[in-house]
């Protein structure tokens, strides 16, 4: 009776996922409609016209964040520059010869050589070597807060102490005091594996996220916190609570954008991972849908060598969780619902609020 049972079960499952899963593809970009960091409209003839050797757009684009203070997509646009740069450096060097005490260009290459030493076997070695790269990009503009991201990823990495980084860190908010670049390279350095816990990181994020605008990054900063633990298995010691309340959080930041937007890709790329991590299937297909074609090498670079098969992946997995748990006589009672409410004005077949997937 009881392998009877099993057996049961195991056939509704499999009906559910039959009938379901295609349906719970609706909003979801095809598989291979999907791209892995792809650059927003400002960004991509920047770098189209680097791979040729022009450095201008990239110049001028730097340029018009800098004079606009617009920090943030200053940050986005200096890493990937640098990352192009990591294997295609000709137009830097280019730009640097003919604008050598350029500030935009000096972060670049700060950017590109820190990136390097990170890598590199001789760790420490190379970053003393490049601190004097990060000291020139923060006074070529003392209103930039971006070399002072950069500086707390240097600190990181040469193992300074907590007097620096205190140091470092009034640095970087008296520029921005929301930057979220910033906030995250001090979260890395109060990381369990570095100089701090998952609780101290719980703590600073959520600290930060308390103070900042509703529709700030920073509010992402807690999900962020709670990758940790949940990659290494620490969920017990960050407390589950805090874990789904930051994945909340990071919700109502994400319904802020509209679906597709390419500036909320990366945050809702980690609130997907933490979602499932959670369980919370239907909330990680929403965002599935919310993210469309924008997939983001982060967090998913943090389990695997494959970030996009790695998403389709898990974007399929979900809709099979979700499909396995959807009852399989639910068009059936959504049918019969609207049948009945037909006399007062409403169309027969159609669902009940709430009681089907978009």
Known sequence: MVRTMSLLRALIGTARIVRHTPRLADGLPPDDAVLLDAPDGELGPALVAAAFGDHEPAAKLLAATRGAAEWENRDRHVMRLAAFAYSREGWLDEWLAVSAHDPDALLVKAELEVRRAWESPARAERLREAGPLVRAAAEADPRDPVPWRLALDHARGVHAGHTVFEALWEQAVRRSSHHYGCHVAALRYLA????????????????????????????????????????????????????????????????????????????????????????????????????????????WERVTDDPLGQFLEARDGVRIEVASATPLRRARRTRAAGTAGAGRGRVAGRAVPGDHYA
């Open 192 to 299: 369990a594996v570095w100089h701090g816990s998952h609780r101290e990181c719980l703590d600073f994020a959520e600290r930060a996220a308390e103070d900042s605008l509703p529709g700030s990054l920073v509010q992402a900063l807690p999900a962020r916190a709670a990758l940790a633990p949940l990659l290494e298995g620490g969920v017990a010691a960050a407390g589950a609570d805090r874990i789904d309340a930051a994945a909340d959080r990071a919700a109502q930041l994400s319904a802020r954008y509209r679906a597709g937007d390419p500036w909320a890709a990366e945050v809702r790329n980690l609130l997907v991972y933490v979602l499932i991590a959670r369980g919370r299937w239907h909330e990680a297909l929403e965002q599935f849908r919310a993210i469309g074609p924008h997939a983001t090498s982060f967090p």
